[in-house]
């Protein structure tokens, strides 16, 4: 069975960075496209980035554009998010995701995806 396991969230102050990981075991990590998604009290899921099977192509949601970056080494079945200038609002439960995919290509798309991590908190002080 796929398994995806987040770590790396925590508390820090505005303005302050972190990364995150996600390892994946069970699959041919290089087969999949890979998202992070962020779910904050009171709000459905959203999405954050995305990075194809290569690693070649990107997509961010507006909201984090310029601030955040998906990275991926498939030698280490590791897909990254490093996250800068944080903000308070950025507050939210990360989940990483995984679909196995036959082209190069990203999703947006909560729906698409196969495979979900048990999510790492994220905390953002003024």
């Known amino acids: 069975q796929v398994r995806l396991v987040e770590s790396g969230g925590g508390m820090v102050q505005a303005g302050g960075s972190l990364r995150l990981s996600c390892a994946v075991s069970?699959?041919?990590?290089?087969?999949?496209?890979m998202g992070w998604f962020r779910q904050a009290p009171g709000k459905e899921r959203a999405f954050v980035g995305a990075?194809?099977?290569?690693?070649?192509?990107?997509r961010y949601a507006d909201s984090v554009k310029g601030r955040f970056t998906i990275s991926r080494d498939n030698a280490k079945n590791t897909v990254y998010l490093e996250m800068n200038s944080l903000k308070p609002e950025d507050t939210a439960v990360y989940y990483c995701?995984?679909?196995?995919?036959?082209?190069?290509?990203?999703?947006?798309?909560?729906?698409?995806?196969?495979?979900w991590g048990q999510g790492t908190q994220v905390t953002v002080s003024s």
């Open positions: 995701a995984a679909v196995r995919g036959i082209s190069d290509y990203y999703y947006t798309e909560g729906n698409r995806y196969d495979y």
């Open positions: 990075v194809t099977r290569s690693g070649g192509g990107t």
């Open positions: 069970g699959g041919t990590f290089s087969w999949y496209a």
